[in-house]
């Protein structure tokens, strides 16, 4: 088959906030909430900046948008970091399957019905409660997130992780991202990417996509192979 002979691609990579699940207003709901205990608004612009960053390099942008930079101890910032966390978890805790992205679960039993596969590299810790709450663990072949890798995006540490989980090379994965530091992880990875929702900032990827209604893994390899 045609199709076939011409494909690239084996392994899709996702990120998980903001590509699979929404989460990523959950994470600007949470530090627009410590910024508000520390006397300044954290706008949804400055919000944008923290999306693919680990967690304690995003509150070093929360404290920079309010001028706190060098204010606090690195014991402080833990608990600013832990308080956080807790408020995002009680948001993650009530979520239900209904909140996986339009499209998202079809697609990618669609890459998996041709035999390529499918990991999950995310920045986040809370990972796998995610992928629990929403009943979408088992469609993937690998897991690598925040609590297995040392380096956050854009180093490419988590990306290499999932492709070698599942014994791929660099040169036939395609990762999925919303964010311009995970686009930017997936080059330095040499991997192809996907930048998904239409962001400007994602003008590095291989290709663009709004949404995954109506995407395929055949239009996948149409577009890039
Ligand atoms: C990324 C998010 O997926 O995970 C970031 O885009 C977040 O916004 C990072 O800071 C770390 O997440 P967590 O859940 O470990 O705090
Ligand atoms: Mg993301």
Known sequence: MIFENLRMTDCCIFDLDGVIVDTARYHY???????RELGFEFTPAQGEATKGVSRMDSLEIVLRAGGLENRFSGAEKERFA???????????SQMTPSEVLPGV????????????????????????????????????????????????????????????AVGADPSVCVVFEDAAAGVEAAARAGMRSVGVGGSPLLARATMQLMAFEGFTFEKLIAAIG
């Open 105 to 164: 679960a079809t697609f990618l039993r669609d890459v998996r019905s041709h035999g390529a596969r499918v990991v999950l590299g995310s920045a986040s810790k809370n990972a796998g409660t995610i992928l629990d709450r929403c009943g979408i663990r088992a469609l993937f072949d690998a897991v690598v997130d925040g609590t297995q890798v040392a380096r956050a995006k854009p180093d490419p540490e988590v990306f290499l992780k999932g492709a070698a």
């Open 82 to 92: 832990a308080e956080k966390n807790a408020r995002y978890l009680d948001y993650v």
């Open 29 to 35: 709901l949470a530090w627009a909430a410590l910024a």
